[in-house]
């Protein structure tokens, strides 16, 4: 087959902090997509049970079913009926991610995964360095400080916990610039 017609899928990644609407900006692209007839699937871990387990939803309300998944494995059960893979939350899956994105890829899937870059510490956050560096495009977002107003990087933990993974939102975190986050 000449390699212009060979196909393959593309990897979109949105990440930024918390508060910055990579939620909403995924539920907007599969939105999008279904409008064009395309079949679509949302997954997140089994682990983000703040709304519900079998939905998405941005911290403004908007939400979008989706599958709750403890293996990646899982996602190979929807192969032939789906044209584009979402992952919401991906900071949170395995490093089995990245072999499971290979695969849809290489069977013209479109994949859009939006999650944290970095953790509470501004360290790098799961396996989204290795997921962002196999992306085809990426979308970085940002919120706006609570503190100052400036653009926000950062997502900044109010509680003393210390633990790397806690989930939350406001009564946990906040949205802060460069600044404001070294300051503390």
Do not use: W
Request: proline content about 3%.
């Amino acid at each position: 087959m000449p390699i212009s017609k060979i196909k393959f899928g593309h990897l979109e990644v949105i990440c930024g902090p918390m508060f910055s609407g990579k939620t909403e900006e995924l539920i907007r692209r599969i939105v999008k997509a279904e409008y064009t007839k395309k079949k679509t699937i949302v997954f997140k871990p089994e682990i983000d049970t703040r709304y519900s387990n079998n939905h998405i939803q941005s911290h403004n309300g908007k939400k979008i079913k989706c599958v709750n998944i403890k293996s990646m494995q899982d996602c190979f059960k929807y192969v032939d009926k789906t044209d584009i893979f979402a992952f919401d939350e991906a900071q949170f899956f395995n490093k089995d991610i990245i072999e499971i994105c290979k695969k849809l890829l290489l069977e013209d899937k479109r994949i859009i995964i939006a999650g944290l870059d970095r953790d509470s510490n501004g360290k790098p956050f799961g396996q989204m360095p290795n997921i962002l560096a196999h992306a085809d495009y990426i979308t970085k977002l940002n919120a706006v400080c609570v503190k100052c107003g400036d653009i926000a990087t950062f997502s900044y933990r109010t509680s003393n916990k210390k633990e790397q993974i806690l989930l939350g939102e406001k009564e946990e975190y906040e949205a802060r610039c460069i600044v404001c986050f070294y300051k503390k």
